[in-house]
Structures are given as C-alpha cells and as structure tokens.
C-alpha cells in the first residue's frame, strides 16, 4: 500500500524560502527594524480512508484577532517553550484538545511573516487517524478537515484583495466548501503546494 505521507515528506526535502503576506503586496515597504514576535502553527494532517486530510479551525467570532477565520492551531511561542514544535503542540492541545502522544512530528517549513507582526513556523506533522477534536469553545468556533489533494494542487489557489489600513492588500485563497481559508493560512498551504509542484 502506498504510503500516503510521501508527497509531504518529499516536500520537506525541497528547499523553500519564508514567505510573508507581503509577498503578493510588492509596493509596500516594510521597515528594516521591525520587531517580530516568535509564534508556531501545527499543519496536521489524519489518515482517511479517502487519502490525507488537513485539519483546520474555524476560530471564534466573538476573538479579537481574527475572528471567524479559518486556521491552523497555534499561536505565539511563549517562555515555557522548548522551540516551534512545542509551541504548536502545546497551542494544539489547548486548542482542539490533540495530546502529543497522537502526534508524529515530520518536520517545518520556512517561517512566514505576518502583517500583525508574527514570525509564523510551520509544523508538519502526522496525526493519530483516530484522533477526534475536542474544540476549546472560548477559541474555537470548529474543528474540521479538508483533503490534502485540494490544497497540494496550486490551481486551486486564487488571487483575491481588499483594502486594509487605507490600502489595497492581494492575498491567497483557497477555498473549500463552506470555508474560506484565505491570508496567512492559505499562503503557509500554497508554499507546501509549491513544493510539491
């Protein structure tokens, strides 16, 4: 039987390079000495009878940071923190509930910057198949999985924009049925599909 996880550790092996939500937005100018703050996603992907499926949630609508968006699980790497991986882990498991015994960590992806600031690891990983998410309500709205396939196949990535701060802002999409996965979490997926390519 093939293995599923091939292609995601075949595009571990291929050298990228960070990406950022200005990488769409070449006309602005970022500042030399800006100050980044250290965060972490987990990009965990489940074993189906159907293939690889990528788990993602919707966050809260009533946050204040991106409300209603769809993400990854993770956040800011705090003190407690032996690296990236043990953020998103610990972010994974206040999250969605994901225990690290469930998790088998494949590796990262280059870092990925953020308009608010954040200097963004991804952390791939395989996730136990029968694994259930148990959301953390007061963050996460839902927890849900797409197919690998859509999100590996670049032409199901668009180019959309909206003006923020008094400006026009490109960025990604890669929408899924109901969801709409757009900004920093559809260009972390696209630099995996480009590996892949």
């Not at 136990?128 to 999100?151: C, K, L, M, N, W």
């Amino acid at each position: 039987m093939p293995d599923r996880f091939a292609p995601v550790l075949r595009a571990l092996r291929v050298s990228g390079r960070p990406t950022s939500d200005y990488d769409l937005n070449k006309d602005q100018t970022l500042a030399e000495d800006r100050l980044m703050r250290p965060a972490a996603v987990l990009v965990g992907f489940q074993e189906s009878t159907f293939g690889l499926r990528l788990l993602l949630t919707k966050r809260a609508s009533h946050l204040k940071h991106h409300p209603g968006q769809i993400a990854f699980p993770g956040g800011k790497i705090d003190q407690v923190d032996r690296d990236a991986v043990s953020a998103a882990l610990r972010e994974a498991e206040e999250e969605i509930g994901l225990q690290a015994n469930a998790v088998d960590v494949l590796g990262t992806l280059d870092a990925h910057e953020t308009v608010t600031g954040f200097s963004v690891t991804p952390v791939l990983a395989k996730i136990d198949p029968y694994f259930r998410p148990t959301r953390q309500e007061e963050e996460v709205e839902e927890a849900f999985t797409v197919p690998f396939e859509h999100i590996a196949d670049p032409k199901n990535y668009r180019i959309e924009g909206r003006i923020w701060r008094g400006e026009m802002r490109r960025y990604y999409t890669v929408p899924y049925g109901p969801y709409y996965i757009w900004g920093a979490t559809a260009r972390m997926l696209r630099a995996l599909a480009d590996r892949m390519g």
